[in-house]
T-cell receptor
């Protein structure tokens, strides 16, 4: 079975440029999450979707960040314009929400390492 | 505040020995889930083991077991018979419902030959 697929694996861009990160969740999963990982702040939840609908975007750092999920098999995280402080590893994860007992296992993609110069 | 604490930034263990990675959590919710993830140097996050707050038995998955002490709010990961490939960052996480998952700061485990 294919896991969560993220692209690109690495992205190097210059400050001010638009960056789009892509994610394909595991087929059948109904929740999708975007995380950012940095040395200073660890893993931070940016936004999550349930049944393609954004539920909580309180973790999105500012208006430069936006996320969409046009269908159950695809999501994007866009940064426009990008800044050096956005450099981090961005993870997408998916899960099958609603299971009893809190067994809401999130399966992660391999991540996108973003470097903004 | 709901939070996860991993007090060991780094741990060393000799190959073939067992090691315990500590995790404490703080929540007032009666229903929650506890997870451990492994992040090797390649960067991916790999799910290892899950423990539900109502589970009576400690979870086990192969060489991984979770020492769940509910009254002490601890969920330590025990890795038996350590292997060189176990060297990685390990993250404890807590799920409280409504897709609210919080991660600890992680523990870097190094297995020595």
């Amino acid at each position: 079975d294919a896991g969560v697929i993220q692209s690109p694996r690495h992205e190097v861009t210059e400050m001010g440029q638009e960056v789009t990160l892509r994610c394909k969740p595991i087929s059948g999963h109904n929740s999708l999450f975007w995380y950012r990982q940095t040395m200073m702040r660890g893993l931070e939840l940016l936004i999550y979707f349930n049944n393609n609908v954004p539920i909580d975007d309180s973790g999105m750092p500012e208006d430069r960040f936006s996320a969409k999920m046009p269908n159950a098999s695809f999501s994007t995280l866009k940064i426009q314009p990008s800044e050096p402080r956005d450099s981090a590893v961005y993870f997408c994860a998916s899960s099958l929400a609603g299971l009893a007992g809190g067994k809401n296992i999130q399966y992660f993609g391999a991540g996108t390492r973003l470097s903004v110069l | 505040a709901q939070k996860i604490t991993q007090t060991q930034p780094g741990m060393f263990v000799q190959e073939k020995e067992a090691v315990t990675l500590d995790c404490t959590y703080d929540t007032s919710d009666p229903s929650y889930g506890l997870f451990w993830y492994k992040q090797p140097s390649s960067g991916e996050m790999i799910f290892l083991i899950y423990q539900g707050s109502y589970d009576q038995q400690n979870a086990t998955e192969g060489r991984y077991s979770l020492n769940f002490q509910k009254a002490r709010k601890s969920a330590n990961l025990v890795i038996s018979a350590s292997q060189l490939g176990d060297s990685a960052m390990y993250f404890c996480a807590m799920y409280r419902g409504n897709n609210d998952m919080r991660f600890g700061a992680g523990t870097r485990l190094t297995v020595k030959p």
